[in-house]
């Protein structure tokens, strides 16, 4: 799969794809070490690099109040950004921690990393991940008719993803999606800053997002039929139907994706979808800043994500 992505790309652009990467995961390990922790809610069960399939690569971490009570919990399924070139689940435990302390019980995917996991790859890996949640609901009290699926940057893209192919049978079909989880319906999404159309987002000035795009696709942008099945799958914009999930959307004034996240809220707004939308302002207001705990803006719109996903009937 590996050697398959790097022919597609110049040498000179797998030098730029190596320094992006190196740099993006430079940033969360910093991020891990000074910001993203901090907040982390306390009391909590902590279960980690727990594998989801038979590739060892591939984890899941979960995260809970160690005394659930006796009724079934909901679940929120996290699913961490990084450009598709980076992230782990354990530096995003703050923002999930927050879902804990609130009675969910949150599963945290690793879901495999550009160049090694390209498109479908990802999505694929993500629906492995809900069958093992399928498998342990019994064990650990599981409400599965409560399952919220959130994520930021491109897991919120991927988050996206999973709600049409919850809602939309004709983009389900595009993927080889695991037989036991395929038809999974969510009760609900939070989508922190993420991607929604890919084509656009190549516009949007954001840094690098010509390179996250080519990473997560496997090629060259400019050799890519835009209007090929494969390219257009990326962008769950274009799979909207009124059975999509009922969303809580985050954007930021110092977010270059902000006006994709605006469309996309529009879009669901139009086919009918129960939305909220919440915008950050001010200098913090920063591509998925709810990530980091630490400000007080990010603690009010996971405060409001939960309020939503809590008054879904």
């Not at 070139?85 to 995917?109: C, D, H, I, L, Q």
């Not at 996250?212 to 390219?231: C, L, M, P, Q, W």
Request: charged share 25%; with cysteine; aromatic share 14%.
């Amino acid at each position: 799969m590996t050697a398959e992505v790097n022919d597609k790309l110049s040498g000179k652009r797998r030098v730029q794809h190596a320094l992006v990467k190196a740099f993006y995961v430079a940033s969360e390990r910093i991020g891990k070490l000074t910001i993203y922790d901090i907040n982390k809610a306390r009391g909590l069960k902590y279960k980690r690099k727990i594998r989801y399939c038979s590739d060892e690569r591939l984890y899941l971490n979960l995260c809970y109040k160690e005394d659930g009570g006796t009724e079934k919990r909901p679940v929120l399924f996290y699913i961490h950004g990084g450009g598709f070139v980076s992230g782990r689940p354990e530096f995003r435990e703050a923002f999930v921690s927050k879902f804990a302390e609130a009675g969910y019980f949150t599963v945290n995917v690793f879901y495999g990393l550009t160049p090694k996991y390209v498109h479908p790859y990802s999505i694929e890996n993500i629906y492995k991940a809900l069958k093992w949640v399928q498998e342990n609901a019994d064990g650990y009290n599981l409400d599965l008719s409560r399952v919220f699926v959130s994520g930021e940057s491109a897991g919120a893209t991927l988050a996206a993803m999973a709600g049409a192919v919850s809602s939309n049978p004709d983009y389900k079909r595009l993927f080889n999606l695991d037989y036991a989880s395929r038809d999974f319906k969510f009760k609900g999404m939070v989508l922190n800053c993420g991607v929604y159309d890919m084509e656009k987002v190549c516009a949007s000035g954001f840094p690098h997002i010509d390179y996250f795009v080519e990473a997560y696709y496997g090629r060259s942008i400019e050799t890519v039929d835009k209007e090929s099945i494969n390219f257009v799958s990326m962008s769950p914009y274009r799979f909207i139907t009124p059975d999509f999930p009922p969303s809580f959307i985050i954007t930021a004034e110092n977010d270059k994706l902000t006006d994709g996240g605006n469309e996309f809220a529009e879009r669901l707004k139009e086919n009918g979808v129960k939305i909220d939308v919440f915008h950050g302002e001010g200098k913090t207001a920063v591509h998925a800043f709810a990530v980091a705990q630490i400000l007080k803006i990010s603690r009010a719109a996971v405060k409001q994500s939960i309020k939503f996903t809590d008054d879904i009937p």
